[in-house]
């Protein structure tokens, strides 16, 4: 479904209403939808601004995680939050860092925000499983799994992933817990070292 089928859908707005907005006959707004015919350049920066949606989104395929993003700022347009205050939340990607992010007053936007991250983990987890056909590592997922569904709670595993992304310098030495931690790490490293991992 390309992007524009999916907004359209979303806002509750009509083939119809949309070509009416855009001084257009329907049918183009149909040949657009089918593929047959490329939105034309000049309406998509009158479609960004209609929608509050950046204009990239209405020419594609949109994935599950594009799909929440647009809801997401479906949401910002009809809710109109205002940030509360930023968090500080460690990111992985690119640049495995800290970033400052906003935190709104509205729970919707709060969720929203929440669910996409997830999805964007459960999409890196299967890229990552899908690295090779048949995975070696296999076992080591089902016991990922299993950790995640029984013992993501138990303070010993959120340690020791942390532990294990500093000993693989996934981790800056910056990004840190506490004292606790880092001690718990020292400790834990020696015994790495000793077993010559």
Do not use: C
């Amino acid at each position: 479904m390309i992007g524009l089928e999916y907004i359209l859908g979303l806002y509750n707005m009509q083939h119809i209403e949309l070509a009416d907005k855009l001084g257009i006959k329907k049918q183009n707004i149909n040949l657009w939808i089918k593929g047959k015919q490329n939105i034309s350049k000049k309406y998509l920066p009158i479609l960004e601004d209609l929608f509050g949606i950046d204009q990239q989104y209405f020419t594609k395929e949109l994935s599950e995680i594009e799909k929440l993003e647009i809801q997401k700022e479906k949401l910002k347009k009809d809710l109109n939050p205002v940030i509360r205050e930023h968090e500080k939340k460690y990111q992985l990607g690119e640049i495995n860092d800290f970033e400052k992010v906003p935190v709104y007053d509205k729970e919707e936007i709060n969720t929203m925000e929440r669910t996409i991250e997830k999805a964007k983990l459960i999409s890196r987890f299967k890229n990552a499983m899908d690295i090779v056909d048949d995975n070696p590592y296999i076992e080591t997922y089902k016991l990922i799994v299993e950790l995640m569904e029984k013992a993501q709670h138990e303070v010993i595993v959120q340690k020791t992933i942390e532990a294990l992304a500093h000993y693989l310098e996934l981790l800056p030495d910056r990004v840190s817990t506490g004292s606790e931690q880092d001690e718990f790490e020292n400790e834990i490293f020696e015994v790495f070292d000793d077993n010559n991992f």
